[in-house]
């Protein structure tokens, strides 16, 4: 019994022998079949050389570009940087074998020094450092077939022509374009790996959202070769997000064009208004300086903000003039110039009653007209102005006392002497009261009569004011709307 058991643990640790080294045999097998198999590919491979035996026939390259991420996109230099994953497809004909006569190797790979590799540029790259090339380290992978198929990630640096009319609701599309640099089309055939990039593994920019990346194929014919060269053109269409410009660039220009209408409704004896214009206009100057310094120095276009604050700093300039125009016309009356009628019942009757104030019209009123007077009673004849033609009869001598308080003195000799009515004295004190009283009503009315004349250019001011600041709250919304529509019409 025990030499049954002893004999069965032998066979199974027999067994187990057997199996650990022939899995090991096979690994050792399978690492000679592809250090034989590498050096039987690489003996007499020249890099240098096309991969096809036969010299006519051309390499199809089929190339696509992974898009990973967009670094940055310079609109002030014009250069758009991306981090790429590129792919390139072609068939070697001298790196072809048999897997069975290769313990079953079914892929090998090779550093790109050691094969042939298409030299595809970017044609439009701007980075110092680079030539555009594919200089990657990665290796190349390669089928028993002779399909070869490379892997590299590269950061590329292109220009990039920035639109910028319709800054910041723009659209951009940058285009990268590649091509190989000797080879004609004869030579080398290259294609695109289907119809747009791949962006599957695409890093979402804080900046601009990706429309899409789609792939072309152009051929195109120098004037110095009859071959043609076949090239790609990967456009990588872009959309800015606005959300950062309206909040920072837009909404403070909205406001100051909002409270800038608000100007008139400051009283004109203030002394602040010109002031406030210019608070306002220095401000919008500021905003359209820092949208200058972000945008590329260029005459072929102004951006959509930047016609925004030219049409807002034009609307401050012109409510900077319509002010000095108020304030000449609310203190005109200082000069005691008469208002026309025409401007009366334009501005201080129709115009005042359209924008809600009312009738503001009143009648002229002449010095020594009876309906200004209608309190005082009627003005004797013969005054105008502050000079006096009376009539002298009972020896009373027409004089002008020099000032009202002549006049009281007079009242006052009056009521001494009202006992002595047929007395010559009282004729005399009697006709220079009536000078007195005729000069203290002429210098009331001619007092009243100018208040009257600063009040209705006060008043024409005040009219002014409102109908410029509903002529300015129109002016601000159809130029914006005008400003503003195309970029609603994207």
């Not at 030499?3 to 096979?26: E, H």
């Not at 250069?79 to 190797?105: A, H, I, K, M, P």
């Not at 206009?281 to 016609?307: N, Y």
């Amino acid at each position: 019994m025990c030499d049954q058991r002893r004999a069965m643990s032998l066979s199974l640790l027999l067994q187990l022998s057997v199996i650990f080294t022939c899995y090991v045999c096979r690994g050792c097998l399978g690492s000679d079949a592809s250090a034989r198999l590498r050096d039987d590919l690489l003996e007499n491979y020249d890099k240098a050389r096309r991969p096809v035996k036969n010299v006519d026939h051309n390499v199809t390259v089929a190339f696509q570009v992974a898009l990973r991420q967009i670094s940055d996109l310079d609109e002030k230099n014009q250069v758009l940087q991306t981090f790429t994953w590129v792919r390139v497809y072609w068939r070697d004909e001298f790196l072809s074998w048999n897997e069975s006569e290769y313990g079953g190797v079914n892929e090998l790979q090779f550093s790109p020094s050691e094969l042939w590799i298409p030299d595809i540029y970017l044609y439009n790259n701007v980075d110092a450092g680079s030539d555009g090339g594919l200089h990657a380290k990665t290796n190349i992978i390669v089928s028993p077939s002779g399909d070869v198929k490379w892997l590299a990630p590269i950061a590329y640096t292109s220009s990039c022509k920035i639109d910028i009319r319709l800054f910041p609701y723009d659209d951009q599309n940058c285009t990268m374009v590649f091509g190989s640099w000797t080879h004609t089309g004869i030579q080398v055939d290259l294609h695109p790996r289907g119809n747009s990039g791949d962006l599957s593994s695409y890093a979402d920019n804080g900046e601009f959202e990706l429309m899409g990346m789609p792939v072309e194929r152009k051929v195109v014919y120098y004037p110095c070769c009859p071959e043609p060269y076949p090239n790609l053109h990967v456009t990588i269409s872009l959309r800015r997000r606005t959300m950062f410009y309206f909040f920072n660039l837009l909404l403070p220009g909205i406001v100051l064009e909002v409270i800038n209408p608000l100007v008139f409704f400051l009283p004109p004896d203030s002394g602040e208004r010109i002031g406030f214009c210019m608070t306002i206009l220095l401000a919008l100057v500021v905003f359209l300086q820092i949208v200058s310094a972000s945008m590329p120095p260029t005459s072929e276009a102004i951006p959509l903000i930047g016609e925004f604050y030219a049409a807002s700093i034009f609307i401050l300039g012109v409510t900077a003039l319509l002010n000095i125009l108020t304030l000449h016309v609310y203190y005109h009356g200082a000069g005691r110039r008469p208002m026309s009628n025409f401007i009366r019942k334009t501005f201080l009757k129709w115009t005042a009653k359209i924008l809600g104030m009312g009738d503001l019209s009143q009648p002229d009123c002449p010095v020594g007209s009876s309906e200004c007077h209608h309190y005082y009673g009627p003005v004797p004849s013969g005054k105008s102005g502050n000079r006096i033609s009376c009539d002298s009869d009972a020896d009373v001598t027409c004089r002008i006392p020099d000032s009202p308080r002549a006049g009281q003195d007079l009242l006052k000799a009056v009521m001494e002497t009202k006992t002595e009515r047929s007395s010559k004295a009282y004729g005399q004190h009697l006709g220079e009261i009536l000078r007195s009283v005729k000069y203290l009503i002429g210098d009331f009315q001619d007092r009243k009569t100018t208040g009257n004349r600063e009040n209705e250019w006060k008043t024409l001011g005040l009219v002014l004011d409102r109908f410029l600041m509903f002529f300015t709250i129109v002016y601000t919304i159809v130029a914006n709307v005008v400003l503003l529509l195309p970029a609603f019409n994207l």
